[in-house]
């Protein structure tokens, strides 16, 4: 089973950036969908960008034309690189490998001035 980290999350300004990671251990991630993932307090947990086996990628509107996912199968890691940051993006984040059903244990970003 695949065992997945985050990282990279942390306080930011709105309209600033931040490039979250997601490295994995115990499998090779090719072979899954993986997707980024957001739980703000006091919500449900929702998709945010997701990126398929073949590079083929898909976004919450909210993340459209701001995050980009990406992934190095090499390096066994999925980014999300998440641009003109605003307070509603304050979650906490995680990584999901689809077809393995597993999660990391999430990254938290705050933006706020």
């Known amino acids: 089973q695949v065992r997945l980290v985050e990282s990279g999350g942390g306080l930011v300004q709105p309209g600033g950036s931040l490039r979250l990671s997601c490295a994995a251990s115990g499998s090779i991630i090719s072979f899954y969908t993986m997707a980024w993932y957001r739980q703000a307090p006091g919500k449900q947990r929702e998709l945010v960008a997701g990126?398929?086996?073949?590079?083929?990628?898909n976004y919450a509107d909210s993340a459209k034309g701001r995050f980009t996912i990406s992934r190095d199968n090499a390096k066994r890691t999925v980014y999300l690189q998440m641009n003109s940051l605003n307070p509603e993006d304050t979650a906490v984040y995680y990584c999901?490998?689809?077809?393995?059903?597993?999660w990391g244990k999430g990254t938290q970003v705050t933006v706020s001035s």
């Open positions: 999901n490998a689809k077809e393995s059903g597993s």
């Open positions: 990126i398929t086996t073949l590079g083929n990628t």
